[in-house]
């Protein structure tokens, strides 16, 4: 198959599905398009960056379990996108359970993340993609030979083949070529700005939608690798995804103007959704201090040096929890964890809550931060 142009998006090609022949996109190398960006686009970019590392040092210094908040907070709205749901709550619990189901494949998205952002500085490979990919996928029901792997078959999305698909991306044959360009172009250091970088990252794998299934979340989580890589972010995951979610004709069509080659367009909307998060990274912060001091002034008629009140401090890294996540953080018995726990649930602060761990035996009582929770949805 003869190559594309330098510097156009890309190409169609004929290809055979059960006998009957349809056309794929390959799209062309990042190396070799055209991606420079108009002035304003360029300062909108700029100025989504800015917004993040302001909302980044905004964050208490003292406050990881904020952090932890706000990235589990991106991992569930990415799934979200796809049409996993599920109840913060459950979810939380199968992070910290290993339990499965819908709410145990959405707990593996925010591990994929953390994965991610902690190996962030490490170069970039297909080995390690196909890592973040496995985990991602463990609960998913893909058939084993493609979890882990880039998809052997060609691919579609929307439709019931690549038939009548809305999109048929590249035969298998052109994945190990495409992706090699991609990794590179994410691990580059030029001047291309983290914001810029990451919008076209992520729409170009998108548009390889290199494995069977779980592109969409993976493609995100590479959007806050690049991000962490670049300092755009260096403590805290801004709800990028949640963003996106919130404008969903504006995503779909915005990855189609990239494949058609408007990049400056495509960059243009990413920015300003990235601008957004960023806004709602300082809004979750804020309001996240004002209900802890809600919390401490519905506690006040309990001793300073109880453990309710230590217990506090704590929600924010751990809005589900039960008398032995207690014990640990503070030191106490689980006896004295469980009379803390019943005493924030008294006054409002925690709510009982069912939790199906997958484990048999006596199951220990799991509490939330219901209202702290409910913040993920403003």
């Known amino acids: 198959m003869e190559d594309v142009a330098e510097g156009t998006a890309g190409r169609t090609t004929e290809v055979e599905w059960r006998g009957r022949t349809t056309k794929a996109w390959v799209p062309q190398e990042l190396r ?18 800015a917004a993040l590392r302001l909302a980044d040092q905004r964050l208490p210094a003292s406050w990881e379990a904020l952090a932890r908040l706000l990235l589990r907070h991106e991992g569930i709205a990415s799934s979200g ?12 619990v ?57 998809r052997p078959s060609l691919g579609w ?48 794998f998108e548009a390889i939608h290199p494995y069977g299934d779980g592109n ?3 493609g995100r989580v590479l959007v806050s690798r690049i991000l962490r ?12 995804s949640m963003a996106a979610a919130r404008d969903p004709g504006g995503y779909l069509s915005g990855l189609r103007l990239f494949e058609t080659g408007q990049t400056a367009r495509w960059v243009q909307w990413f920015a300003q959704i990235v601008e ?5 990274t300082d809004s979750i912060v804020e309001q996240s201090q004002q209900l802890i001091e809600q919390w401490t002034e519905a506690t006040s008629t309990l001793r300073h040096d109880s453990a309710a009140r230590a217990l506090l401090q704590c929600l924010p890294g751990h809005p589900v929890i039960n008398s032995a996540d207690v014990a640990e953080l503070l030191g106490v018995s689980e006896r004295t964890g469980r009379t803390a726990l019943e005493s924030l649930a008294e006054r409002g602060v925690l709510q009982p809550i069912q939790a199906d761990t997958g484990h048999v035996g006596r199951a220990r009582r799991w509490y939330a931060a219901a209202d702290l929770l409910r913040l993920w949805g403003t």
């Open 157 to 204: 999305v929307g439709g019931t083949s690549p038939l009548d698909a809305a999109y048929v991306p590249p035969p298998p044959d052109e994945i190990n070529r495409l992706m090699d360009d991609l990794l590179r172009f994410a691990d580059a250091s030029d001047d291309l700005d983290a914001v810029s970088r990451a919008a076209i990252a992520h729409a170009q």
């Open 229 to 240: 890589r670049a300092d755009a972010t260096q403590r805290s995951v801004a709800p990028i």
């Open 94 to 150: 199968a992070e910290r359970t290993g339990s499965g189901g819908a709410a145990g494949w959405i707990a593996d998205n925010l591990a994929v993340i953390d994965m991610a952002l902690l190996s962030a500085k490490q170069p970039l490979n297909v080995e390690v993609l196909h890592s973040w990919h496995a985990r991602l996928m463990r609960y998913s029901g893909l058939a084993a030979e493609m979890v882990g792997a880039f």
């Open 32 to 49: 070799r398009r055209d991606l420079a960006l108009p002035a304003t686009v360029v300062r909108s970019a700029e100025r989504a960056v």
């Open 216 to 218: 969409g979340r993976l």
């Open 276 to 280: 957004r998060a960023a806004g709602h």
């Open 81 to 92: 996108i796809e049409g996993l749901r599920e109840p913060a709550s459950s979810v939380l």
